[in-house]
């Protein structure tokens, strides 16, 4: 629950998932005052994980709901205060971070955008009109409803390949549709998706999504001849990359997919303003790099307030 009057932290993060929950527990530990803000609370894309297997330390793999709460726990032992609430605005008076919700103000001396991004749409006929009656960005979400269905995959990434391999435990028919020649996913990743009879169709993009009240088929075109064909499908499952959410600090300096520039120590083109995880320009995502950024990021924050 949120107070209603204004208060004052060292340190202020806007995003609850893994780079958030990271930065909150490195600075509290470090002896700040902090506060976590998530319009969702804490989380992120890390609830949609069904088995974390590749973060150091952690084996056998856990879900991610579970990876989460543990996190939000450390965090909130070493004394960081998470609050489920949206932010409406963020403002800099002179060295103070002033970020404001329907029902309160903080103050902050230094302040990390730990905000993620969301699903990138195809934007093809169909795909809206059909989201929720057999196209979903959620293969944990929904996979379970198209159990021995026709399925198609669109993307070529760690996460489409990922999720494929989470859908071909509940169907034999997977199909993958990727507009290269070759997937951009890590090799061990498309090795045990192909392994599991997963589909692959090269050199095709989706052009429509077909069905009444709900999906029946996808017609892709071959990049390369332009050619036409229709696969059945009861459902479309779409990772076709993110967008980051910038909304609140649109004037940042940002790359040319739009995610906030940082220097190493994930500091921004505003000095105290931090960013951290999947809102961040950088090569690789993963929930490991994520809790790196907000552990550099909340060592940096100390820094800053120390040395003030």
Request: contains cysteine; hydrophobic residues 40%.
């Amino acid at each position: 629950m949120e107070n209603s009057e204004n208060q004052k932290f060292d340190y202020v993060i806007v995003g609850g998932g893994t780079a958030g929950l990271s930065s909150a527990l490195y600075a509290a530990r470090g002896g700040l005052s902090v506060l976590v803000l998530d319009s969702a609370g804490a989380g992120g894309q890390a609830l949609q994980i069904t088995e974390l297997e590749n973060y150091p330390g952690v084996f056998p793999a856990v879900d991610g709901v579970a990876f989460i709460m543990n996190m939000q726990h450390q965090a909130e032992q070493f004394g960081a205060r998470i609050v489920q609430a949206a932010v409406s605005s963020i403002d800099k008076q002179g060295d103070v971070f002033v970020v404001r919700t329907a029902k309160s103000s903080y103050e902050a001396k230094c302040l990390c955008i730990a905000t993620g991004a969301v699903h990138s749409t195809l934007g093809v006929p169909g795909e809206k009109e059909l989201a929720g009656r057999g196209v979903s960005y959620c293969a944990t979400c929904d996979g379970p409803f198209f159990r021995n269905k026709k399925i198609v995959v669109v993307g070529g990434g760690d996460s489409a390949c990922s999720e494929a391999v989470y859908l071909s435990a509940l169907s034999k028919d997977v199909t993958i549709i990727h507009r290269r020649d070759s997937f951009r996913a890590q090799q061990a990743v498309v090795d045990k998706m192909l392994a599991c009879g997963v589909k692959p169709v090269f050199d095709a993009v989706v052009k429509s999504i077909n069905g009444g009240n709900k999906v029946e088929s996808v017609t892709i075109e071959n990049v390369k001849t332009g050619g036409q064909s229709q696969i059945e499908a009861d459902a479309v499952f779409i990772f076709v990359g993110m967008l980051p959410k910038t909304d609140l600090v649109d004037n940042l300096k940002k790359d040319k997919g739009g995610y906030i520039i940082t220097d190493e120590d994930m500091q921004t083109s505003v000095p105290g303003l931090f960013a951290a995880g999947d809102v961040r320009s950088k090569t690789f995502r993963q929930i490991v790099t994520a809790a790196s950024d907000g552990a550099v990021a909340a060592h940096s924050a100390c820094e800053k307030i120390r040395n003030a």
